[in-house]
């Protein structure tokens, strides 16, 4: 036998909202029920695994910062605040504000 081989068994929906969603999306989508089901647990999956762990989004950024951003900005520039007019500029703003 295959490591990843996978055996089908059948699956009873036992929730009649389930079934009720179900029929509404795979009329939706023109899929069987089967590949609605397989499409929405791959997209289940994928948002899963890039979701945001508490802290591991700053961790992140603060590693990044540290090690690619920071090195990248000039000695003398470092701790400059930026003038309303450069702020302005880089927002793509206007002398209206927009």
């Known amino acids: 036998m295959e490591p ?3 055996r089908a068994m059948p699956l009873t929906l036992k929730n009649p909202d389930v079934e009720r969603l ?7 989508t023109g899929e069987t029920k089967t590949e609605a089901v397989r499409r929405a647990l791959v997209e289940r999956r994928e948002r899963l695994r890039f979701r945001v762990r508490p802290g591991g989004r700053t961790e992140r950024l603060d590693r990044f910062l540290a090690g690619e ?4 900005v000039p000695p003398d520039q470092k ?3 930026l003038t309303p007019d450069e702020e302005e500029q880089i927002l793509g703003l206007g002398p209206e504000g927009a």
């Open 4 to 6: 990843f081989a996978v």
């Open 22 to 28: 179900l029929d509404e999306v795979a009329g939706l």
């Open 69 to 72: 951003a920071w090195p990248l």
């Open 79 to 81: 701790g400059r605040r």
